[in-house]
T-cell receptor, first 115, second 110 residues
Framework: NAGVMQNPRHLVRRRGQEARLRCSPV?????VYWYRQLPEEGLKFMVY????????ESGMPKERFSAEFPKEGPSILRIQQVVRGDSAAYFC?????????????FGNGTRLTVT | KNEVEQSPQNLTAQEGEFITINCSYS?????LHWLQQHPGGGIVSLFM???GKKKHGRLIATINIQEKHSSLHITASHPRDSAVYIC????????????FGKGITLSVRP
């Protein structure tokens, strides 16, 4: 069984461009979480999605950021008009359930660099 | 608001040493996660535990629910154990509310 797959592994964008980060959860997992890790900081929750629904986006900036988890295909985290402060590692995790005692599987992350 | 504290912040050990990393949280939880992150690498889930102790190879994780404290022990440490170790707790019993510690950077010297 493949784990959580994230791509690209590294992404370089100029200021003002769009960044699209993809996450394919573990097969059978319908709960997807996105986290951001800024340099020298801990992981911060961004958004929680189930298939076709955003359940909690309280950790995601209201402007320029959006996320989706369509019925078919990977979950996408989209950042429009990127700025230098968006440079970070973005991790995706999936789980079969949102229960706190449900295992979480993380991907290898996408390292976004904005020049 | 749940707060997760880890100590020490940085840790250097000699190969073969027994290592303990601590994690304290402020709100009662259903389970606590221990994660490992190698430099520039992905995140690996090491343990999820809600009581007692779990062991996997040279790694042992313990939790004391009453004291809101968990420890991760590494026996016979090896340079490949060098990584950041992160604990995380879901205070409301939902993974979507996970609160992460800042992580401990462990360096094991040969």
């Amino acid at each position: 069984n493949a784990g959580v797959m994230q791509n690209p592994r590294h992404l370089v964008r100029r200021r003002g461009q769009e960044a699209r980060l993809r996450c394919s959860p573990v097969k059978g997992h319908s709960h997807v979480y996105w986290y951001r890790q800024l340099p020298e900081e801990g992981l911060k929750f961004m958004v929680y999605l189930q298939k076709e629904n955003i359940i909690d986006e309280s950790g995601m900036p209201k402007e320029r950021f959006s996320a989706e988890f369509p019925k078919e295909g990977p979950s996408i985290l989209r950042i429009q008009q990127v700025v230098r402060g968006d440079s970070a590692a973005y991790f995706c995790a999936s789980s079969p359930s949102d229960r706190g005692n449900s295992p979480l599987h993380f991907g290898n992350g996408t390292r976004l660099t904005v020049t | 608001k749940n707060e997760v504290e880890q100590s020490p912040q940085n840790l250097t050990a000699q190969e073969g040493e027994f290592i303990t990393i601590n994690c304290s949280y402020s709100v009662g939880i259903s389970a606590l996660h221990w994660l490992q992150q190698h430099p520039g690498g992905g995140i690996v889930s090491l343990f999820m535990l809600s009581s007692g102790k779990k062991k996997h190879g040279r790694l042992i994780a313990t939790i004391n629910i009453q004291e809101k404290h968990s420890s991760l022990h590494i026996t016979a440490s090896h340079p490949r154990d060098s990584a950041v170790y992160i604990c995380a707790s879901p205070p409301t019993g939902a993974n979507s509310k996970l609160t992460f510690g800042k992580g401990i950077t462990l360096s094991v010297r040969p």
